[in-house]
């Protein structure tokens, strides 16, 4: 049972490239989120789902992209990376019916 | 939007020391969630609170979740080497159908020397 997971752990983009972050969990788990954190703002909700097929902008949704095509996966998409999104990026699940939401390891981007 | 101020944002203390942090908010939360981020990792919840007055233990941790249903409070007794890490409160309210909306703090830094 790996719980959540995440890749790549670490990527450095140029400005304007693309690129796309894969979560992982094996728990069976109905929601999952994508958060970036950033150094003294704690972590921002980007985008969220709380299905198979279905998704939803969080806080911070600009410049993002997700897709929810397989329960178990939750991807998050740059289209055009900007240096501004320079970031360290969690995903986390959540079993519905329970608060407790379970992250992954991270992926930090830098982008130049 | 709900925001949480989470204080101090950080803290320097010696092994055997105890802590103290709260979260305060202008907005009322149906549960208070503390959080653990080590080094290089995802955060990892501590303790959970459900009910207004409510205080729950988990070893040397307890939290209180603010009878106002605004604050929290998390406290730390006799510090040791590896508490060290950020420190995160969350509150959560409920946002329609069976979805939460889930609120975190900015963290506190802890160091401990030891």
């Known amino acids: 049972n790996a719980g959540v997971t995440q890749t790549p752990k670490f990527r450095v983009l140029k400005t304007g490239q693309s690129m796309t972050l894969l979560c992982a969990q094996d728990?069976?788990?109905?929601?999952m989120y994508w958060y970036r954190q950033d150094p003294g703002m704690g972590l921002r909700l980007i985008h969220y789902s709380v299905g198979e097929g279905t998704t939803a902008k969080g806080e911070v949704p600009d410049g993002y992209n997700v897709s929810r095509l397989k329960k178990q996966n939750f991807l998050l998409g740059l289209e055009s990376a900007a240096p501004s999104q320079t970031s360290v990026y969690f995903c986390a699940s959540r079993l519905r019916g329970y608060n407790e939401q379970f992250f992954g390891p991270g992926t930090r981007l830098t982008v130049l | 939007g709900q925001q949480l101020n989470q204080s101090p944002q950080s803290m320097f203390i010696q092994e055997g020391e105890d802590v103290s942090m709260n979260c305060t908010s202008s907005s009322i939360f149906n549960t208070w969630l503390w959080y653990k981020q080590d080094p290089g990792e995802g955060p990892v919840l501590l303790i959970a609170?459900?009910?207004?007055?409510e205080l729950t233990s988990n070893g040397r941790l307890t939290a209180q979740f603010g009878i106002t249903r605004k604050d929290s409070f998390l406290n730390i007794s006799a510090s040791i080497p590896s508490d060290v890490g950020i420190y995160f409160c969350a509150g959560q309210v409920y946002s329609g159908g069976s979805n939460y909306k889930l609120t975190f703090g900015k963290g506190t830094l802890l160091t401990v020397n030891p």
């Open positions: 609170l459900y009910k207004a007055g």
């Open positions: 728990m069976n788990h109905e929601y």
